[in-house]
């Protein structure tokens, strides 16, 4: 990316009416407003809608000075007021308006695109006929329903881009944290989200460096109905607060207080172990979401990780992990790595093939074929449906496993060989221990996806 440190992005969301059928809405617009909130000044951004056309209800404009920039502010607004009721999905309008938007802006330019359902719209282009070539598409398929092949062929085709899985929409402002990392600026140090249950009370925990600018700490929820306070919370009510290394609760104001979301930006924090500390005080589940960021060293940033793995591979195959963590660019010794991977127990074909007498009564539901979903794929859908919330039939499994370094000079590495089932596999890898050359206290995490065919 070079010496420029601030972003030209813009959000393209799929505001068909699938994501409205499908439940998607409420947390796509929370978490987009959130990630949006992580933005600093001198950040450009634009906000792009899609369904049988493109829209533009949000130019790209320059993010405005501290407190809260209003351009945010106002993207923030236009995501908020989007309407999900379009009748096609016309991903190829949304990609060539998006890139009308940043391609002459300055910075480090691309694209964030999201969709649930498939290309369906009988008088638009292949979308991979306007994929950027000079700058990176993040793609994110919502949903068994999506079409990840399509997603990640258009993050593939792009300079530097990757695709993302969120198999809930609730795993979405972890793949927006992920997002954000790429950026020069920014280090990801914790992505973590926690199904709570009411009167619930967390610790998630950050290693920030000695010397870094600015510490950003997100936490988002999955329903806007509860609000934010810093004291104790009331029903309704979720309550963040940040504790430093020194263990005392911080007073700090958020840079940004949305509707299901805060941002914290810590100037010159103290290096050591930080802590968002978040009191839930309600009846029904609430899923949160929290990401720690190491923000401001630029393209100089000592402690650095990158996760390498193969964008697809056929099923049996194995899928070699490894991760690069180094500080100063020299690879850092005796670390604990390990990893989380989230993938499917059984492929949709395997769950056609099942529940095939069952599926020969079933009428697949108009939305699933009006969103372009094959029909054995609809059927499937609407029979997966009928069956929740008692039974799931698409159903994810989790497994961990740790990384090993087999020289001092070496990655940390390890071999996915359970890999029968296709689909999306969500790989999570997590780094933390001490690095022997600075005496710096390390912790980074890092998501990638593969597409397993």
């Known amino acids: 990316m070079g010496t420029e440190t601030n972003v030209s992005a813009a959000v393209i969301i799929d505001t068909s009416n699938s994501m409205t059928y499908s439940g998607y809405v409420d947390i796509t617009k929370i978490d987009s407003k959130a990630f949006l909130g992580c933005f600093v000044e001198g950040d450009r951004a634009a906000v792009v809608n899609y369904d049988m056309y493109a829209h533009v209800p949000y130019a790209c404009k320059e993010v405005g000075p501290v407190p809260p920039g209003t351009t945010i502010v106002d993207a923030q607004t236009t995501i908020q007021n989007l309407v999900f009721t379009g009748g096609a999905t016309n991903i190829g309008a949304g990609l060539s308006t998006g890139n009308a938007q940043i391609q002459n802006q300055p910075n480090n330019r691309a694209l964030v695109l999201l969709s649930d359902g498939y290309n369906n719209y009988p008088y638009g282009s292949n979308p991979l006929d306007y994929v950027p070539t000079t700058y990176p598409v993040y793609s994110c398929a919502m949903g068994p329903a999506s079409d990840q ?63 870094t600018p600015m510490g950003q700490f997100t936490v988002a929820w999955s329903d806007a ?29 958020p840079w940004q207080v949305g509707t299901g979301f805060v941002v914290f930006n810590i100037n010159d924090p103290l290096p050591g172990t930080w802590q968002v500390q978040v009191m839930y005080a309600g009846e029904a589940d609430l899923g949160i979401t929290v990401g ?46 390990h990893m989380r991977v989230t993938r499917p127990r ?88 001490h690095s022997a050359r600075s005496g710096r206290r390390v912790q980074r995490t890092q998501m990638v996806t593969v597409l397993v065919v």
Request: with cysteine; glycine share 8%.
């Open 149 to 211: 092949r399509l997603m990640q062929n258009i993050a593939n085709k792009s300079d530097n881009g990757a695709y993302y899985y969120a198999p809930y929409v609730i795993d979405m402002m972890k793949i927006y944290n992920q997002i954000r990392s790429w950026t020069p600026e920014a280090s990801l140090v914790t992505n973590e989200l926690s199904q709570v249950s009411g009167w619930y009370y967390k610790l998630e925990p950050g290693e920030i460096t000695a010397g």
């Open 292 to 337: 720690i960021f190491e923000y401001g060293m630029g393209v100089t940033a000592p402690l650095r990780m990158e996760v390498g793995a193969p964008p697809t591979v056929r099923a049996g195959e194995p899928i070699p992990i490894a991760a690069f963590v180094t500080d100063g660019g020299e690879p850092i010794r005796d670390l604990q790595v």
């Open 346 to 433: 059984i492929s949709v074909a395997h769950a056609l093939r099942q529940y095939a007498t069952e599926l020969a009564d079933v009428r697949p539901a108009d939305e699933d074929l009006a969103r372009g979903m094959p029909e054995d794929l609809a059927r499937l859908c609407e029979l997966r449906r009928r069956r929740l919330p008692g039974k799931e039939i698409l159903p994810l499994v989790q497994h961990g496993g740790f990384l090993a370094q087999e020289s001092s000079t070496g990655p940390y590495a390890t071999t996915i060989t359970n890999t029968t089932e296709a689909g999306s596999y969500v790989i999570e890898v997590f780094a933390k221990g």
């Open 225 to 253: 109905s509860y609000t934010y306070t810093h004291d104790w919370p009331n029903d309704k009510q979720v309550s963040i607060t940040l504790v430093d290394p020194d263990l005392n609760t911080r007073d700090d104001i």
